[in-house]
């Protein structure tokens, strides 16, 4: 049983870290307002970066410390399924032109994996845990 509390705490991190570093791209690589054009090219409304990048922030933190984790998870679906739409035109292969569609689906995924199998061990607070 300690096993498995370990391999989602494995999960869990790997999650977290995967939103933190997404969203210090957008930041520090591609810019805000660089970002912004993308996602405006892509038919996303102007602007809407910028609570993309709020959340994936604050979930990738929070599924990162297991601080409502899995809630997290479950709310930032919305943006992986935006970005396997976007990327959908591409192909199956992440690595193409452009990057497919492969790790977007494998992330929806793994987030509904954590969501329903926990936080694991060494959460901050874990469903069932005292508020």
Same mark, same amino acid.
């Given at each position: 049983m300690? *096993?498995? #509390? @370990?391999?989602f705490?494995?999960l869990r991190?790997?999650l977290g870290l995967m939103?933190?570093?997404? +969203? $210090?791209l957008k930041? $520090?690589?591609?810019t $805000?307002p660089g970002?912004d *054009?993308?996602?405006v090219?892509?038919g ?5 970066? @910028?609570?993309?990048v709020?959340a994936?922030l #604050?979930g990738g933190l929070?599924?990162?410390?297991? !601080?409502?984790? &899995? ?5 930032l679906l919305?943006v992986l399924? =935006? +970005?396997a =739409?976007?990327?959908?035109?591409? =192909?199956?292969? !992440?690595?193409?032109?452009?990057g497919g569609?492969e @790790?977007? /689906?494998f /992330?929806?995924? #793994?987030?509904?994996a954590?969501? /329903?199998?926990?936080? =694991?061990a060494f959460?901050?607070r &874990?469903?069932g845990?005292p508020?």
């Amino acid at each position: 049983m300690m *096993q498995t #509390a @370990y391999a989602f705490t494995l999960l869990r991190v790997a999650l977290g870290l995967m939103w933190l570093s997404h +969203a $210090l791209l957008k930041i $520090l690589v591609f810019t $805000l307002p660089g970002a912004d *054009q993308f996602f405006v090219a892509h038919g996303f409304p102007a602007h809407s970066v @910028y609570p993309v990048v709020a959340a994936e922030l #604050a979930g990738g933190l929070m599924i990162l410390l297991g !601080f409502h984790g &899995r809630a997290a998870s479950l709310a930032l679906l919305p943006v992986l399924i =935006g +970005a396997a =739409g976007v990327h959908l035109p591409n =192909g199956w292969v !992440f690595s193409a032109a452009g990057g497919g569609w492969e @790790y977007p /689906l494998f /992330l929806i995924v #793994a987030s509904l994996a954590h969501a /329903l199998g926990g936080d =694991g061990a060494f959460a901050l607070r &874990r469903v069932g845990a005292p508020a």
